[in-house]
């Protein structure tokens, strides 16, 4: 990265977000302070005052994020800014197709005029969720939802840019902040004795630290393309749920787990259709940069740890 950084600063979009929080500490720890930007202007959990915040930049405005790159230069630009609400996308197509994939190709267009390098985080939500085996990056895609489909048109947005660029695939992302999977459950097996979780969804839950930390080893290591990012093993949205009981109650986060019921999406109903498969195949990046992630219990275990460590 040390070429990069040469020829101007690093550019971190959606700051404040749950992936873009986690990436600010490994760029910090790394030594760099990017240039922060978020679609309020505000950059409240910034753990350093190194990192100079900027301008509120709405990637609903268009010319908002050209005006940006054209502003300050970036060398390298990371994209963790995204339209994520895949329910309310079904009746707000236009505006996740405004930020999913027309800033997208805004953001390339600038990045190949400047000569600037970018970074984008894509979804298992392209594919349809019918394989029987972890995907991969030339498997065909077949979004089911309004999410998945502005998801792979920022995909191909980028691509068609020709910009220098990193495209990164992930699923089923959480923190031991933001608002994710893990944080609903603890706070619901406070509340409840028993819950009700769909089984027949299958994936690899990612902590948003893992990607933070192989974002910048796979840049280092000079990936550019499509890669897929996710860890070992696979689970359901059940097993990931009596996972998190069972390691919470360990930790002392729950005095003592709910019952947890299986049930399939048919009793779940949503707005927007989910992939039941979203096995990621991440075999090419550990082939080209060396990125491995370990099995997904493992980055369980990390995630409760640090939110034992932080409870009072």
Same mark, same amino acid.
């Given at each position: ?7 101007? =600063?690093?550019?971190?979009? !959606? ?22 930007? $978020? ?26 994020? $050209? ?16 339209? #994520?609400?895949?329910?309310?996308? @079904? ?16 953001? !390339? #267009? ?12 894509? #979804? ?13 990056? *030339? ?42 999977? /893990?944080?609903?459950? /603890?706070?619901?097996?406070? @509340? ?7 089984? *027949? ?33 696979? #689970? ?29 999406? $048919?009793?779940?109903?949503? =707005? ?7 096995? /990621?195949?991440?075999?090419?990046? @550990?082939?080209? $940069? ?11 275990? @990390? ?10």
């Amino acid at each position: 990265m040390a070429d990069l950084l040469e020829r101007g =600063p690093v550019l971190l979009l !959606g700051a404040e977000g749950q992936l873009g929080r986690e990436l600010h500490r490994a760029l910090l720890r790394s030594g760099i302070a990017p240039l922060c930007s $978020t679609r309020s202007g505000e950059f409240r959990h910034a753990p350093s005052s190194s990192s100079p915040g900027l301008p509120a930049c709405d990637l609903a405005v268009p010319g908002a994020l $050209t005006a940006l790159l054209a502003d300050i230069r970036p060398a390298l630009v990371i994209n963790a800014a995204a339209y #994520t609400a895949v329910d309310r996308a @079904e009746s707000e197509p236009g505006l996740a197709r405004r930020i999913n994939a027309e800033a997208v190709a805004e953001l !390339g #267009t600038a990045a190949k005029e400047l000569g600037a390098t970018v970074v984008h985080y894509s #979804t298992d939500y392209v594919f349809a969720g019918d394989g029987t085996r972890p995907y991969r990056e *030339d498997d065909a895609p077949g979004p089911v939802s309004v999410y998945g489909r502005s998801k792979l048109a920022g995909e191909r947005a980028l691509a068609a840019s020709g910009a220098e660029a990193l495209t990164l695939r992930l699923a089923w992302v959480y923190a031991a902040h933001s608002a994710n999977f /893990l944080r609903t459950m /603890l706070r619901f097996g406070a @509340e409840r004795d028993a819950l009700r979780v769909v089984a *027949d969804q299958i994936g690899a839950p990612t902590p948003a630290h893992w990607i933070a930390a192989a974002t910048l080893k796979a840049i280092d290591a000079g990936a550019r393309g499509l890669y897929h990012l996710a860890p070992q093993g696979e #689970t359901s949205w059940h097993g990931y749920a009596e996972a998190i009981f069972i390691g919470a109650v360990a930790r002392g986060l729950l005095p003592k787990a709910p019952t947890v019921e299986a049930i399939p999406s $048919t009793a779940y109903p949503t =707005p927007a259709a989910r992939p039941a498969w979203s096995v /990621l195949d991440s075999g090419a990046l @550990e082939r080209d $940069t060396g990125v491995r992630l370990p099995n997904w219990r493992v980055g369980l275990d @990390e995630v409760l740890d640090q939110l034992a460590a932080a409870a009072p």
